[in-house]
C-alpha cells in the first residue's frame, strides 16, 4: 500500500536540506510561484503542516489561506521555519501514514512535491522524482481529471503521456502549448479549463530531468 506519510516525510527531508544548503538565497525568485521567493515556499510549506495540525483549514488551499502563512513566516530565518516544521510535519505525516491515497489527504503529499521541484527548477537543478511517487502521482492525477471530466459533462478523454508531464501539467507548471502536445484521445481545447487545477505557466519553466 502507497505510505504518504512516507512521502511526505522523504521530501520534507530532501527539501529541508536543500533550503538550508550553503549559499541559498532565500530571496530568490521561484518562477513556478512568481510572487514567491524560496523563503515563502518554506514558509508555505511549514504553514501547511501547522495548519493541518492544528485544524486551521478554513479557506484551503485558497490564496488567503497560502498568504496567511507566508505572512506569518515572513519574520523567521529558513533555518527556524525548517526547526518548526518538524513537530507539525510528524504528526501530519502519522495521519497521511493512515490514509486513502486517493482521497484529499494526497493533495498534501502532491503539495509538497510541488514545490520541491519548483525550488529545485529555480535552483537550477534538476527534477528528482522517484518512481514509487511519479506512478502514485499520475495516477491521482488521472482521477481528479476524469473526476473534473465528468462534473463538466464532458465526453471521456484519455491522456497517453509520462506521469512527470500530467502532474506537473495539472498543476500549473506547464505551458498550455505543454500541455495540449501531450497524447491526448481527442481534441485537448474543451478539456484545458477543467485540466488546469492553478492556471497556465505563462512560459515554459524549462525543467531539467
Same mark, same amino acid.
Given at each position: 500500500?502507497?505510505?504518504?506519510?512516507?512521502?511526505?516525510?522523504?521530501?520534507?527531508?530532501?527539501?529541508?536540506?536543500?533550503?538550508?544548503?550553503?549559499?541559498?538565497?532565500?530571496?530568490?525568485?521561484?518562477?513556478?510561484?512568481?510572487?514567491?521567493?524560496?523563503?515563502?515556499?518554506?514558509?508555505?510549506?511549514?504553514?501547511?503542516?501547522?495548519?493541518?495540525?492544528?485544524?486551521?483549514?478554513?479557506?484551503?488551499?485558497?490564496?488567503?489561506?497560502?498568504?496567511?502563512?507566508?505572512?506569518?513566516?515572513?519574520?523567521?530565518?529558513? %533555518?527556524? @521555519?525548517?526547526?518548526?516544521? !518538524?513537530?507539525?510535519? *510528524?504528526?501530519? /505525516?502519522? #495521519? &497521511?501514514?493512515? $490514509?486513502?491515497?486517493?482521497?484529499?489527504?494526497?493533495?498534501?503529499?502532491?503539495?509538497?512535491?510541488?514545490?520541491? %521541484?519548483? @525550488?529545485?527548477?529555480?535552483? !537550477?537543478?534538476?527534477? *528528482?522524482?522517484? /518512481?514509487? #511517487? &511519479?506512478?502514485? $502521482?499520475?495516477?491521482?492525477?488521472?482521477?481528479?481529471?476524469?473526476?473534473?471530466?465528468?462534473?463538466?459533462?464532458?465526453?471521456?478523454?484519455?491522456?497517453?503521456?509520462?506521469?512527470?508531464?500530467?502532474?506537473?501539467?495539472? #498543476?500549473?507548471?506547464?505551458?498550455?502549448?505543454?500541455?495540449?502536445?501531450?497524447?491526448?484521445?481527442?481534441?485537448?481545447?474543451?478539456?484545458?479549463?477543467?485540466?488546469?487545477?492553478?492556471?497556465?505557466?505563462?512560459?515554459s519553466l524549462g525543467e531539467r530531468v
Amino acid at each position: 500500500m502507497t505510505d504518504l506519510g512516507g512521502m511526505y516525510r522523504a521530501a520534507r527531508v530532501r527539501t529541508s536540506a536543500l533550503v538550508t544548503a550553503d549559499g541559498v538565497d532565500p530571496d530568490l525568485v521561484v518562477a513556478a510561484t512568481p510572487e514567491w521567493t524560496v523563503h515563502d515556499v518554506v514558509a508555505h510549506l511549514v504553514g501547511v503542516a501547522t495548519d493541518a495540525a492544528t485544524g486551521n483549514m478554513a479557506g484551503a488551499p485558497g490564496d488567503e489561506w497560502t498568504a496567511a502563512q507566508v505572512r506569518r513566516g515572513a519574520g523567521k530565518s529558513i %533555518a527556524e @521555519l525548517v526547526d518548526e516544521w !518538524g513537530p507539525h510535519a *510528524e504528526l501530519m /505525516e502519522g #495521519f &497521511l501514514s493512515g $490514509a486513502d491515497p486517493y482521497s484529499g489527504a494526497g493533495a498534501g503529499v502532491l503539495d509538497i512535491h510541488t514545490h520541491e %521541484a519548483d @525550488l529545485r527548477t529555480a535552483m !537550477g537543478l534538476p527534477l *528528482e522524482f522517484d /518512481e514509487e #511517487f &511519479l506512478a502514485f $502521482a499520475g495516477e491521482w492525477v488521472r482521477r481528479a481529471f476524469r473526476s473534473r471530466v465528468d462534473e463538466a459533462g464532458l465526453s471521456p478523454v484519455e491522456l497517453d503521456c509520462d506521469d512527470l508531464s500530467v502532474f506537473r501539467g495539472l #498543476f500549473g507548471r506547464r505551458t498550455e502549448a505543454e500541455v495540449c502536445a501531450l497524447g491526448w484521445s481527442s481534441d485537448p481545447a474543451p478539456y484545458l479549463d477543467v485540466f488546469f487545477v492553478f492556471g497556465r505557466a505563462p512560459e515554459s519553466l524549462g525543467e531539467r530531468v
